[in-house]
């Protein structure tokens, strides 16, 4: 039985859920809010401390959202998340996406925000979810793209940050350029071409706040979260900030990619990409961010 193989980079550090925790429903996973519907059964994977697991059962309150999670530990304050709401349709369990603990056409809605670019086998892990979905169903998926990450002005520190990180989380066997492979990993676990569409967005790290929030976290997780003990050669940019900058960094884009797939009750799948950027502000006061791309419609279920 297939299982994971790779290690999740950024573990769960307090520098990883300051942006984790930040993350919504509306933020996150906006392409797909507009085909949910209060009736609909939906699985969460890879849904870290569960904000937007809470989200999504909030917004399906005659439906049931299962919260999926590889790392137990992290189950705990998902909990938590939920039950601070009020939430009675959410439950969260352990699993493996590689190889899901559930019957064929189970589920309304299968969805994995920022989850692809961590694990061995994304294309066995689409086919998985897209076998647990009902005909008709939305596989929803969404990552980054660390190549598409820009800059200026030009930095040396901010290279390095990007090559490092790319080396790392190749090395621990995910891929970090997972938003523009998408599109011909939905093909290679079976959604048909013809039904594909992918698109992108990005969001732009521009005013002292934004650029001092990202530069932070991403310092802090390069000294102390679990990538920090890879990352140890050039953990110091040109501009003596720990990571990838301080305050003064250049201003940045980042670039992501999602694609929502549509089951079938043949041996072919569908899929309808939108797209809208990783959703990440410092906390406990993000600065504002700029507005997302509002993706088409998907038609109802």
């Known amino acids: 039985m297939p299982q994971e193989s790779a290690v999740y980079t950024h573990g769960h550090h307090e520098s990883v859920l300051r942006s984790h925790t930040w993350r919504t429903a509306a933020n996150s996973a906006g392409y797909l809010l507009g085909a949910l519907r209060p009736h609909m059964r939906i699985l969460d994977i890879g849904c870290g401390p569960g904000t937007i697991t809470a989200d999504l059962a909030a917004l399906v309150p005659d439906g049931q959202v299962t919260g999926l999670e590889y790392a137990p530990e992290i189950l705990e304050q998902a909990r938590a998340t939920a039950a601070g709401r009020g939430l009675t349709n959410v439950h969260f369990a352990v699993g493996d996406v590689h190889a899901l603990d559930y019957p064929d056409d189970t589920f309304c809605v299968v969805h994995a925000h920022q989850v692809l670019q961590h ?113 140890t050669p050039q953990r110091r940019s040109c501009n003596g900030s720990r990571g990838p900058g301080g305050p003064g960094a250049p201003t940045r884009t980042a670039g992501s990619a999602s694609c929502t797939a549509r089951s079938s009750a043949g041996s072919d799948g569908g899929a309808r990409p939108v797209g809208s950027p990783p959703g990440r502000v410092r906390s406990p006061s993000p600065p504002p961010l700029p507005p997302t791309a509002q993706p088409h419609p998907l038609p109802g279920r």
């Open 119 to 231: 694990v061995g086998d994304p294309v066995q892990a689409l086919r998985e979810m897209r076998r647990v979905t009902k005909p008709g169903g939305i596989v929803a998926v969404r990552d980054s793209d660390y190549a598409a990450m820009t800059w200026h002005p030009e930095s040396d520190g901010m290279t390095d940050w990007q090559r490092l990180y790319q080396r790392v989380a190749r090395a621990n066997g995910g891929e970090p350029d997972a938003g523009r492979r998408l599109h011909a990993w939905a093909r290679q676990a079976g959604f048909t071409p013809d039904a594909i569409t992918a698109t992108a967005a990005t969001w732009l790290f521009r005013t002292p706040a934004e650029r001092s929030w990202w530069s932070e976290l991403w310092a802090d997780r390069t000294v102390s979260s679990s990538y920090a003990p890879a990352d």
